[in-house]
């Protein structure tokens, strides 16, 4: 099924034609749904991701190419601690980049590998906290 992002009459130029599924959600890559579950799977962790999908000029090819930037979200104050050049921002947390790539597989592959840090094939690992 496909449809218009928006109600409005497609002469406007502002709608992009997009790809659905029968409840409406966009499709997005031939993996965007398993980044999605690691991602959420991540989160319900305390592990927040964040994927940015841009079009860039590639040279080499002559063509328009997507770019994927895999960000993590952590808390201003343990940024602060570990870098050297500290933020001074009034938000509770920062967006460091982790991976910036063109394959939707490396993405995949980048959270799965945090995925088995977080877990323990698949299982929780018990923090010890006192």
Known sequence: MTAWTAGQHP???LLRWQDTNSKGRVIMGRFGLKINKLMQ???SQGEI???DRRQVWSDK??????????SK???TEEYNRNNPKPKSTHSERVKVVELTTFSEVEIVLALAAKWKQVTRNGRRVKSNTC
């Open 11 to 13: 002469a406007s130029g």
């Open 41 to 43: 799977a991540l989160e």
């Open 49 to 51: 991701y964040m994927l």
């Open 61 to 70: 090819l002559h063509k328009k190419v997507q770019s994927l930037t895999l």
């Open 73 to 75: 979200s952590v808390p």
